[in-house]
């Protein structure tokens, strides 16, 4: 069972600010979640090697030429707070 | 004729020889949406002006004697799918307002194939999700009882093309979210093999796994839909750089000495007797054509859901992480500082499913836990990868079950998340596995429709359209439409 602590150790990882319900409520159902992954235990993968994409495919490369990309107003057109030609953003150092 | 009736083979004739035009076409769409929609929600938004300009163009490029594979096909597009200028949302609160600049590369597909684009349909929201309940915009409707749900997370575009509220449509599947959805509302899903068709402005759940395909009322328009949308496409490096087929040409060659394989597995004690019953029925109708049976054992079926549940909400963890409420969406008015703001804006911006998945995966990815959850599920993958690999070696392809159940009421499951997720125990290995699966109805159950799924090897669409192709042909299931 995951504790409280975990969970808010979880959340703070993903960046997310959880309720006390959120809390409680998540801590009981990733927990069931979890004991029900468990069942992969019963599985020996010592000698098995990991899937990572079932259909390989090696490094895909293309020719390193200039083309054209979003002009700023395009990539700043969503952006919830614009300055000038920038992402405006938070304070990030005190 | 009803307009609305029409398959997308029927219509093309009919609008190659001047005996429909587009513009009707679309307007008696419109029309029906407008009748229809507001008790399904299939719809998060309609581009009605758009949608008739694009079908006016189209006839006027009929009229100077142009001709494009979809010119003048109303479709609808799921709200995964970035259209440029036209709101797209994945079906959550956090993208409410946002506006692509881009069109998905599957979308400037479709424009160049001459397709009219009614508008965008509802998902779970981030597509995750089996109900289409999850939608911040509020649940979709079967069409066939409107207190059930459609599945999903496509449940937006099945439920419109079960209901007629377009020609055709798109969905996404990263476990099962074309087919089961399609299953449900009676219509046919395919998806592709893993890289058949690009991604490239598709909103990413889980980047190994996410696959866009078709949803449509019948086999041939799913194999017109793909053929639109299907190739390498050098914006999304995990497309597939393979030959593309003419998928409608070996359609109708049969199943006679073709070797389908029934994996043992997919038939377990939880399913529902009336699903078994259809599709043991549909096995009948493959034999009957010609097709032998043979029973194949798939060991690792039974882990595949743990193994998902595992994956894709890592993944959807890390490819979530790019909604800090700085360069798009929702951000939260009042906070102080950059933690505060991105811990703000996800709280409020994400809903209940899509948290649950962030924490999970999170978890499945925390120091600590890596090695037990995430790695022993990629080995575990492995597995399932390999019972795939020796499956399809013995036979053409499989045919299974797409889901253990009809579709559920709505509300049944929403104190259980794992309770919804067992209903994709029949899918999601597919997608483990990266091969490609079609769904198609193969009968009822208490009134609902039941699907019957044909797994085929990477990169063999041809084969699973003509098995699916060949049984649509013998039965009628495919031209019962929901009583609305």
């Known amino acids: ?94 | 004729m009803k307009l609305h009736e029409l398959t997308i083979h029927e219509a093309l004739p009919l609008l190659a020889h001047g005996e429909i035009t587009s513009v009707a076409l679309t307007e008696a769409l419109l029309a029906r949406i407008a009748a229809l929609d507001p008790q399904i929600h299939a719809y998060l938004r309609v581009t009605s002006d758009l949608a008739l300009a694009q079908a006016r163009d189209a006839d006027e490029r009929r009229a100077r004697g142009e001709a494009a594979p979809l010119l003048g096909i109303p479709l609808a597009i799921k709200d995964v799918i970035c259209t440029a200028g036209v709101e797209t949302t994945a079906g959550s609160r956090i993208l409410q307002g946002f506006r692509p600049v881009y069109d998905a590369t599957v979308v400037q597909r479709l424009r160049a194939a001459g397709a009219v684009i009614l508008g965008k349909t509802n998902t779970d929201e981030f597509a995750m999700g089996s109900s289409t309940e999850h939608s911040a915009y509020g649940p979709t409707h079967n069409p066939w009882d409107l207190e059930r749900v459609p599945g999903g997370s496509s449940g937006g575009s099945a439920a419109a093309v079960a209901a007629s509220l377009c020609l055709g449509a798109f969905g996404s599947d990263t476990g099962g979210s074309i087919r089961q959805p399609a299953a449900y509302c009676g219509v046919v899903g395919l998806k592709p093999t893993y890289g058949r068709v690009s991604r490239y402005g598709l909103i990413a759940f889980a980047s190994s796994l996410d696959q866009i395909g078709p949803i449509a009322k019948d086999v041939t328009d799913a194999a017109l839909l793909l053929q639109a949308v299907a190739g390498h496409d050098p914006q999304d490096a995990t497309s597939a750089d393979e030959p593309v087929p003419d998928f409608a040409q070996g359609l109708a060659d049969g199943v006679r000495g073709m070797r389908l394989g029934v994996p043992r597995e997919y038939f377990v004690d939880g399913m529902a007797p009336g699903v078994r019953q259809m599709v043991e029925g549909a096995l009948d109708v493959w034999r009957s054509l010609g097709a032998e049976t043979v029973e194949v054992s798939m060991p690792h079926t039974g882990y595949a859901l743990p193994v998902y549940y595992l994956l894709a909400p890592a993944e959807a963890s890390a490819n979530l992480a790019r909604f800090d409420g700085i360069r798009y969406g929702y951000a939260h008015p009042e906070a102080l500082d950059i933690w505060d703001a991105y811990r703000l804006t996800r709280a409020e911006g994400f809903g209940d499913e899509v948290k649950r998945r962030i924490m999970l995966g999170t978890y499945a990815l925390s120091a600590g836990y890596y090695d037990a959850y995430y790695l022993k599920a990629q080995k575990v993958r492995t597995l399932i990868k390999r019972d795939y690999d020796e499956a399809l070696a013995q036979c053409d392809a499989l045919v299974t079950p797409t889901t253990p159940n009809v579709a559920f009421k709505i509300g049944e499951h929403a104190e259980d998340p794992l309770e919804m997720y067992l209903e994709d125990i029949f899918t999601l290995s597919l997608n483990l596995a990266g091969v490609c699966g079609i769904s198609l109805p193969c009968g009822q159950s208490d009134g609902l429709p039941v699907g019957v799924q044909v797994q085929g090897r990477a990169y063999d669409e041809a084969t699973i359209l003509r098995v699916a192709y060949a049984y649509e042909q013998a039965t009628s299931w495919h031209g019962e439409h929901p009583p609305l």
Request: glycine share 2%.
């Open chain 1, 1 to 94: 069972m995951l504790n409280r602590d975990t969970v808010l150790h979880i959340a703070e990882l993903a960046k997310l600010t959880l309720s006390d319900r959120e809390t409680a409520l998540f801590a009981e159902q990733l927990s069931e979640i979890l004991a029900y992954a468990e069942r992969l235990n019963e599985l020996d993968t010592d000698s098995i090697a990991p899937t990572a994409q079932a259909i390989y495919r090696r490094n895909v490369l293309r020719a390193d030429e200039p083309r054209p990309s979003l002009t700023p107003d395009q990539a700043l057109a969503n952006a919830p707070r614009r300055e000038g030609d920038l992402f405006r953003v938070q304070q990030i150092l005190d």
